[in-house]
């Protein structure tokens, strides 16, 4: 049977919305640095890159918390690149 | 070195606090009121003759030895069932009493086979001990009367007698040395609380039975060992006994199984272990085991095991032996390589939570300081990661509020998410304890578990909840107390921050938290929740324990914020029998989070973003640290799929098998270019691997364990490691082959370190560790006893905080396609993923993994009871074979994850905890059909595994 595998793109949409989810039922004063404090304490650079990379596109499907979280989220530093 | 020997009070230790104060022999003595003369007896030094009592079960009074006389009263009582009076003056020790003990001693005697020296017990016996006590130096009965001792008698028959029961495989029953003292009996009931042994027969004829006159195995009992313990004499003796002999020197060491972290006697005959006996004085376990702990140590010494490094340019290469320098500069120069080749995020760590704390320490001090990132993860990602979220939101420390011994004052327990029978056992009997004495149990959980109904237990509800709605139903218990008034609102103001509160109560009182309302999503009657709530609000100390039945959601971190609220909801939080409890599972993940495993995180839960934190830290090491998390286990594996991330060092944990969705996790793997793993066995993870580093034991290290209370248990070296090093050896050799100069020269100075730099451990060190047995974390100046219960006069964040929980659906849903949920669990006799328990005689009791389906669903697919079915989720198949029950409800399967061949994981999704990205492997839409047998992905699978773990010149390894 085939396998319906989730591209990491997907996953962090998935993941932001559902951290958007949790806060958008807390009290309103809380939610939006409750998002941005989350992804910031816990999302690796490379995963924020990822994530803003989808948001400075205008990727579909985030949850419009996450949205207006972005601009608290710390834009990592850039790649530091391999020598490959 | 000697053997540890611990005294036998004879009967259990008193908890009264007015002290009694009688004379024995001419001694005065002070003991608390209700000890018995026994054992008043003995803490004066004086030990009267005994042969039925034993301080791990009540007094019983029937071997007529332990008599006493007492001036002023007439006759011999009993010394063990009689208690202390003040003013009291005993005699142990009189002609008359000599005479009746000897005589007593006289008619067991004739009754017992004289075969002292080639007996197991030789030299261990207390019925020889007794007999030398007594100075039995006749038997005037003689020994060819009626007896249980010969097979014939005289040529003829003898109907009494019974052959050895050698079914169990680690204890043999020889009713032909049984005195009937009745200790295995009571130490079945009473300590253990199976309730598998009796007494059948009456007078004479009475013999200990198991079950209904049935063999060990065939019976109830679960192998705990405590019976073996108990026997005084040959007739219950572990097989090692019998095969190797006494033992000659022990040592205390901790349970490297689950997170309750006995403690035990390896007693030993030069390095080889004879048997591993529970330490009275452990304070998790005071003195009792399960049989994984006290017998299925067996892999330490399996042949299956790996002594020497190995190493391989592609995954499907053989493995090819090399020495460990041979290794270790291969390891360094490859992470160096893919460092300058893809940057210095492209590699990471996963550290052990099955090592030491000393160990797992290093492992992630080699990815900070060597590695130069955060990029190190533990297998709490995938089990209690919640946990440490939710209680550290909620009450600001990342760890259960109690010790173990709490249990015993607690007067309501909800047992939800968790099966301690099973998963926590000793801990399991303790709970099991406490409620036959009257405390009542509401347990919340999908399925039947043993504590809903067994012997002398039964939960006053049940709350038999669909999977993935415990948010739901904890929100409506709360409903229930706050808008019924039960809320305990001094504590709350005193403790808690009111307006949250006030802003949390407003929310579960909605309408649409009422248990009518949720009982939709639960599909439990509102009655019974309401039942529920006002029994725990108001029956007295509330305590609440969990494990992964509530964590592995995509809601965990939810659900355990829901269960702090509804402890502090209640007031139960800071003294004994109340509180929060996560029933962690590995033996040392609650170590392992505390010394900084997660990515965020370092030693003593302090944010690598913390400036203040991160100097301490980059003074001691003198190196930059990087002040970005790093990569989650699942985070990396997603990143090697995309090629970012390309080397990968484990210790101990086999995430192949253990981790969700199995292809992505072979994907992942597959995708790095160095995956270096470091076990016993070459596990499922190393069939990715391109370096294996062998591993030791638990029983050839020193180190501490940190177990689910908190507490910091020593681990004691035994025997040396038979791959030639422990791992924090490897670890340390590995980073200096990686140029880092460390210079350990034992575990203690690792502690030292972990001492000095974070706060909770301030006054950890193995002196103290030696002088204290152990303590509970926070240890420091404030409490230098360590702490039993935490947030006694306040919370650690200073105000309990309240948090609205809302309840979500998991996505993972059931539909035309999946029609089954398909939930996950565990079994008393193996452990995890099998690693240890499969490699031990623990077989016999779970030799696969079964899937268990309700008749009714069966029926509906023409399955039947040992029929095997296929298995199916979005994510992938396998097979397995059905077990019909009604433990499970309608609409719910379950499984145990024991065995790789099962290969749940294949079922299981990528969705995760919103918080943590803890998996969720409790809820998986599922079918299932009947099947032929095994899947293609299973023969695939069994195909690879068999390949990848050739090893060059050396036949094929068979498991």
Known sequence: ?84 | MSLIHEIDYGTPASTAETMVTLTIDGRDISVPSGTSIMRASMEAGIQVPKLCATDMVDAFGSCRLCLVEIEGRNGTPASCTTPVAPGMVVHTQTGRLKDIRRGVMELYISDHPLDCLTCAANGDCELQDMAGAVGLRDVRYGYEGDNHVRARNNGDINAKWMPKDESNPYFTYDPAKCIVCSRCVRACEEVQGTFALTIEGRGFGSRVSPGMHEHFIESECVSCGACVQACPTATLTEKSVIEIGQPEHSLVTTCAYCGVGCSFKAEMRGEELVRMVPWKDGKANRGHSCVKGRFAYGYSMHKDRILNPMIREKISDPWREVTWEEAYAHVASEFRRLQYQYGRDAVGGITSSRCTNEETYLVQKLVRAGFGNNNVDTCARVCHSPTGYGLGQAFGTSAGTQDFDSVEHSDVVVVIGANPTDGHPVFGSRLKKRLRQGAKLIVIDPRRTDLVKSPHVEAAYHLALKPGTNVAMMTALAHVIVTEGLADEQFIRERCDWSEFEDWAGFVAEERHSPEAVETLTGVPAHLVRGAARLFATGGNGAIYYGLGVTEHSQGSTTVMAIANLAMVTGNIGRPGVGVNPLRGQNNVQGSCDMGSFPHELPGYRHVADDATREIFEKMWGVTLSSEPGLRINNMLDAAVDGTFKGLYIQGEDILQSDPDTRHVAAGLAAMECVVVQDLFLNETANYAHVFLPGSTFLEKDGTFTNAERRINRVRKVMTPKNGYADWEVTQNLAQAMGLAWNYAHPSEIMDEIAATTPSFALVSYDYLDRMGSVQWPCNEKTPQGSPIMHIDGFVRGKGKFIRTEYVATDERTGARFPLLLTTGRILSQYNVGAQTRRTDNVVWHEEDRLEVHPHDAELRGIRDGDWVRLASRSGDTTLRALITDRVAPGVVYTTFHHPTTQANVITTDFSDWATNCPEYKVTAVQISPSNGPSEWQVEYDEQARRSRRIAGKLEAAE
Do not use: C, Y
């Open chain 1, 1 to 84: 049977m085939s396998h319906d595998s989730t591209s990491t793109e997907d996953k962090l949409i998935r993941m932001a919305n559902q951290i958007a989810t949790f806060f958008e039922s807390q009290p309103e004063q809380e939610r939006i640095d409750g998002v941005a404090g989350h992804i910031n304490k816990f999302w690796e650079p490379r995963m924020r890159r990822q994530f803003f990379e989808l948001v400075d596109n205008g990727a579909k499907g985030f949850h419009p918390l996450v949205l207006n979280a972005a601009q608290r989220i710390r834009r990592p530093a850039p790649a530091q690149a391999g020598h490959g």
